[in-house]
């Protein structure tokens, strides 16, 4: 099994760019959730899934879009990308509330 | 609204020595609380997960204790090692969506 996913890797976007980050997950996880990290804060939840089709924000949704169009993939959005979304991103899955979060090993993106 | 807080932010020890990591959490009612090792430059692995019910979990030299009515959790490594250097950070999930709130990690540096 290879777990969690991220595509791609690394990125870097001039302002006003769009992309799109990929996760993947093959433990057939319900759960499905988006993180971005930033130096002195910590882990943020931006958007999550609790099964395909379904979407829900977190604490730091502005500025992102996703979708769960199918249970394995979850994707993360920037439409209009800015300074400010220069972070790194996670992807983490879970079977169920009470079960662990596994994580990916996150996208670098710059903003520039 | 939970707040995690994880003091001191690093800790350096010399090798052999066993220590502590604290975490405390300003919301008694969670479902399970989970202790992650992050390295740098990597993505989280999970080491531990304490449910809400559950007064503490081992894994190899790793012992994690929860005391929820007072929201306090604990890390203790045995016989630490320079290879247990990195950050661990505890997240606490309050929520049916399996929604983590994270601690902001407290970097470990074990000296030979």
């Known amino acids: 099994n290879a777990g969690v996913t991220q595509t791609p890797k690394f990125r870097v976007l001039k302002t006003g760019q769009s992309m799109t980050l990929l996760c993947a997950q093959d433990?057939?996880?319900?759960?499905m959730y988006w993180y971005r990290q930033d130096p002195g804060m910590g882990l943020r939840l931006i958007h999550y899934?609790?099964?395909?089709?379904?979407?829900a924000k977190g604490e730091v949704p502005d500025g992102y879009n996703v979708s769960r169009l199918k249970k394995q993939n979850f994707l993360l959005g920037l439409e209009s990308a800015a300074p400010s979304q220069t972070s790194v991103y996670f992807c983490?899955?879970?079977?169920?509330?009470?079960?662990?979060?596994?994580f990916g090993p996150g996208t670098r993106l710059t903003v520039t | 609204k939970q707040e995690v807080t994880q003091i001191p932010a690093a800790l350096s020890v010399p090798e052999g020595e066993n220590l502590v990591l604290n975490c405390s959490f300003t919301?008694?009612?969670?479902?399970?609380l989970q202790w992650f090792r992050q390295d740098p430059g990597k993505g989280l692995t999970s080491l531990l997960l304490?449910?809400?019910?559950?007064r503490e979990q081992t894994s190899g030299r790793l012992n994690a204790s929860l005391d929820k009515s007072s929201g306090r959790s604990t890390l203790y490594i045995a016989a630490s090692q320079p290879g247990d250097s990195a950050t661990y950070l505890c997240?606490?999930?309050?929520?049916?969506?399996?929604?983590?709130?994270f601690g902001k990690g407290i970097t470990l540096s074990v000296r030979p």
């Open positions: 983490a899955s879970s079977y169920s509330p009470w079960r662990e979060q596994y």
């Open positions: 433990m057939n996880h319900e759960y």
């Open positions: 899934s609790v099964g395909e089709g379904t979407t």
């Open positions: 919301d008694s009612a969670i479902y399970n």
């Open positions: 304490i449910q809400s019910s559950q």
């Open positions: 997240a606490v999930n309050t929520g049916a969506n399996s929604k983590l709130t």
